[in-house]
């Protein structure tokens, strides 16, 4: 599978889901026209040169902001007058200090505010799924900064529209939730260019484009499908000769821009429907996981975000955790009666020895359900490990998803630990 493994590859840091191979030649920059500038690292960094000074959109992350810098200032030594942020991921937001400059404006969507306290108040719950997710060690956490900790760096918060002129260029700024709540596109119309963040291309994927994440597994607020549709149509009534995103390559042309934003709201329109449709037809959402495909027309991968997340993300976004089985309303999971059923099987073995054969059968996930249930009992059993691992193994080598496969990285590492701790 090159393709996965190539992915695999890609190094993925910060809370923003990005990608920048670690192995890559040195970035370059990009140049888009005359007075725009591209430089492609982790979240791409953009520079609008006026006559009257230069705005920045996006500023990476912090460990790669000072080389996006560097290129760009090697086009154009201009005063920063405007900071914009497309969102508060932190590969968008992590070279602002180094950018800012006395009376330098710093603009986003007004619902930026929340999203990095959220960010910043669940921080020590983040840290461990990011560090799993992205296969590096956990990052030291702070005391708690309370609710409302964040460093908030904007100085100029705007809810649907914010409009300025800077040395004769007009900048329009939309709010397009999506990908994060407070997502904002810029347009500038004199270049007819939409900067559009990661609503489109979140990681920056060749074609085809993966389909999105709208529920992402490190833990995420629900990514609301029917806003993020919303933002694309809004871009696309822009008309945009050029559309220019977080991550990956500029498109550019009318009708590839159409072709495939279209593409992408309406495979997102798509599975959201399927998810109502399913709901108010009373289907629960394993069914739907199981039922909702994407039709092969769409012609979109599912290497970074997978439909069967997204409809769990779309349903559980609208319903929340309670399924109508009243068992499920008390405190005591499903597994608290694990141990008892491993009793009733006459211990470990034959429930391992079917663990495996479901596996043989190619039936990995049952598999691993049943080493859950051995593990509760015994959490250090040798065998429940060992097959459990040979389970994530065999997914691990089938993977296409490379979210998943960080995922399975992660398992196959636990339970070698576990193996390796007798
Ligand atoms: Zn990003």
Not at 198 to 220: C, V
Not at 339 to 360: C, F, H, M, N, Q
Not at 385 to 399: F, P, S
């Amino acid at each position: 599978m090159p393709r996965i493994v190539n992915f695999a590859l890609l190094l993925c840091v910060g809370i923003g889901m990005t990608a920048y191979a670690a192995d890559q030649d040195q970035a370059k920059v990009v140049k888009i026209n005359d007075s725009i500038y591209m430089a492609p690292v982790t979240g791409n960094v953009y520079m609008v040169i006026t006559p009257a000074g230069n705005v920045i959109i996006d500023t990476a992350s912090s460990d790669q902001a000072a080389e996006a810098r560097k290129l760009l200032l090697a086009e154009n030594h201009g005063s920063v007058k405007y900071i914009i942020l497309t969102h508060g991921h932190a590969d968008h937001i992590g070279g602002i200090p180094l950018w800012k400059e006395a009376g330098t404006q710093i603009i986003a969507q007004r619902n930026y505010f929340e999203f990095v306290n959220y960010v910043t108040r669940l921080q020590g719950f983040f840290a461990p799924r990011n560090a799993a997710a992205f296969g590096r060690p956990p990052g030291e956490v702070g005391p708690w900064a309370g609710n409302f900790g964040a460093k908030i760096d904007p100085t100029i918060l705007f809810d649907e529209k914010y409009e300025f002129t800077l040395g004769g260029v007009q900048f329009e700024l939309f709010s397009t939730p999506g990908e994060t709540p407070d997502h904002l596109t810029v347009w500038l119309p004199a270049y007819k260019i939409a900067f559009m963040g990661d609503n489109y291309a979140g990681i920056g994927i060749p074609e085809p484009m993966s389909f999105p994440n709208i529920y992402a597994l490190r833990g995420t607020k629900p990514r609301w499908a029917l806003d993020w549709i919303n933002s694309i149509d809004k871009v696309l009534s822009l008309k945009p000769d050029v559309v220019l995103s977080g991550h990956g390559d500029p498109i550019i042309g009318k009708e590839e821009i159409t072709r495939r934003l279209t593409r992408y709201r309406n495979a997102i329109q798509y599975v959201h429907d399927e998810v109502v449709k399913g709901m108010n037809a009373g289907k629960d959402v394993y069914t739907l996981m199981q039922e909702i495909k994407l039709p092969a027309s769409y012609d979109l991968s599912q290497v970074f975000g997978k439909v069967s997340w997204s409809v769990r993300g779309i349903y559980d976004g609208y319903a929340g955790w309670f399924d109508m089985n009243p068992a499920t309303m008390y405190e005591l999971p499903p597994s608290s009666v694990y141990p008892d059923l491993v009793k009733l099987a006459g211990g470990p073995e034959r429930l391992v020895r079917l663990a495996l054969e479901k596996l043989g059968a190619d039936k990995p996930v049952e598999a691993l359900h049943l080493t859950d249930v051995v593990l509760a009992y015994d959490e250090k059993n040798n065998a429940a490990l060992g097959a459990r691992l040979k389970a994530l193994d065999y997914l691990r080598e089938r993977c296409e998803n490379y979210v998943e496969a960080g995922w399975l990285e992660y398992g196959i590492r636990t339970t070698k630990e576990k193996l390796a701790s007798k």
